[in-house]
């Protein structure tokens, strides 16, 4: 029987071997939690239904040092400004390095900033030169006082005006047109379902659109990650980044409608040095949120906050003391990265099971590795086991 032993001394050292996770959602670490700088706002917001809560795997997208609900920032940075906005990222869009985020993950209400995952979906396919003509349904659900391009029912308008009024005037009348155009057969909820598309693919996974305009919808998402995410497909285009910095555009009079103009309603351009577009937002749910870019000593950043408040600076504000912050670090200053469009959500892939942090964890895991070994072991045991019982029994009938 010495076989026998030496196959259960080799199973006895497999069983011993120290397990390893293998990437679930469950592997992936929390990053320690450090507290926001926070400024508390003279008049505090309104309550507001308490939001999903994210996976462990959405979560550590870009790295596990973003995996927290408090602040991350480089290793050695100076600290963060204080600002009321309950989450916020900055990150270079050329590298794609995140150099810094309170909450980059947490789900937050979008309000208008939703309008750039609109344009990030539908504005590689619609011919900026078509002509549209605006229907009653557009416009019947809109409140009269929320924020308008000022298109009328009837009136002709091509996409391109339609897109500088969407991101000028935030326009919501030209959220709902620009959607249903670009929906297709399936009319306004096709092009929402395009920006849900959108969203998945450049890895947005805190995002979900409920309307085309961002005004508050059942079950209407994002994150001040995804959104940065948003921000770098939208910038990579010309024709975006040329709409987004028009200061006043004239929109051209059609059959039986004026011409009108309209003026950027993000005051940061000519006011923060290299700003490059921006868009605002507000609901009362979402408060002020923001998504803009500048640019200095050959560096693009984009700051994207959500949740603020009008007091004491409000989110052009906090933009901008951000901003400055994140172009006061190193160029190659990093607390995580922006993923790739398709790249696949993973945290990390494996783990040792009792040395992150110095802490064991509890409960057994075993690594692929061991658990085919362990069946290996089985399967020779068994062999060796029936080996030894047939030579026994060939020598019981050599000697009756």
């Given amino acids: 029987m010495t076989v026998v032993r030496i196959a259960v001394v080799a199973l006895s050292a497999l069983l011993?071997?120290?397990?390893?996770?293998?990437?679930?959602?469950?592997?992936?670490?929390?990053?320690?939690?450090?507290?926001?700088?926070?400024?508390?706002?003279?008049?505090?917001?309104?309550?507001?239904?308490?939001?999903?809560?994210?996976?462990?795997?959405?979560?550590?997208?870009?790295?596990?040092?973003?995996?927290?609900?408090?602040?991350?920032?480089?290793?050695?940075?100076?600290?963060?400004?204080?600002?009321?906005?309950?989450?916020?990222?900055?990150?270079?869009?050329?590298?794609?390095?995140?150099?810094?985020?309170?909450?980059?993950?947490?789900?937050?209400?979008?309000?208008?900033?939703?309008?750039?995952?609109?344009?990030?979906?539908?504005?590689?396919?619609?011919?900026?030169?078509?002509?549209?003509?605006?229907?009653?349904?557009?416009?019947?659900?809109?409140?009269?006082?929320?924020?308008l391009m000022g298109v009328v029912a009837g009136g002709r308008y091509s996409v391109e005006s339609l897109w500088l009024g969407l991101l000028l005037k935030s326009g919501n009348d030209a959220a709902n047109v620009l959607a249903r155009v670009g929906g297709g057969a399936a009319g306004r909820q096709g092009g929402v379902k395009a920006m849900n598309d959108e969203a998945h693919r450049l890895g947005a996974n805190q995002t979900h659109a409920a309307t085309p305009s961002g005004l508050d919808g059942p079950g209407q998402y994002t994150s001040a990650y995804d959104l940065a995410l948003i921000a770098r497909a939208t910038y990579a285009r010309a024709d975006f980044r040329r709409y987004i910095a028009t200061r006043v555009a004239e929109i051209p009079a059609g059959p039986g409608t004026p011409g009108f103009s309209i003026t950027h309603d993000n005051t940061l351009l000519g006011h923060y040095p290299g700003t490059l577009g921006g868009k605002t937002g507000f609901t009362d749910l979402a408060r002020q949120t923001y998504v803009g870019v500048a640019e200095r000593n050959g560096r693009r950043l984009t700051v994207t906050l959500l949740g603020a408040e009008t007091a004491p600076l409000g989110s052009l504000g906090e933009a901008a003391a951000l901003l400055d912050w994140g172009f006061a670090l190193p160029a190659d200053a990093s607390a995580g990265r922006l993923v790739a469009p398709d790249e696949k959500k993973q945290g990390p892939i494996a783990e040792v099971r009792s040395e992150r942090h110095g802490q064991a964890k509890t409960g057994a895991s075993f690594s692929l590795a061991a658990i085919l070994g362990f069946g290996v072991a089985v399967v020779l045991a068994v062999l060796l086991l029936a080996a030894a019982w047939r030579q026994r029994a060939t020598r019981r009938a050599a000697n009756p």
């Fill in 16 to 147: 011993t071997t120290p397990a390893v996770a293998v990437g679930s959602s469950t592997s992936a670490a929390a990053a320690p939690y450090v507290p926001c700088p926070a400024v508390k706002p003279p008049v505090p917001p309104p309550a507001a239904p308490s939001p999903p809560p994210v996976g462990a795997a959405d979560r550590a997208v870009g790295g596990e040092t973003l995996a927290t609900a408090g602040l991350s920032i480089p290793a050695g940075a100076p600290m963060a400004p204080a600002v009321t906005a309950t989450s916020w990222v900055v990150a270079d869009l050329d590298s794609g390095a995140v150099l810094g985020g309170c909450g980059p993950h947490e789900h937050r209400t979008p309000a208008s900033v939703q309008k750039m995952l609109l344009a990030a979906a539908l504005m590689p396919h619609l011919d900026p030169t078509q002509v549209v003509e605006v229907t009653r349904a557009d416009l019947q659900d809109l409140d009269p006082a929320s924020s």
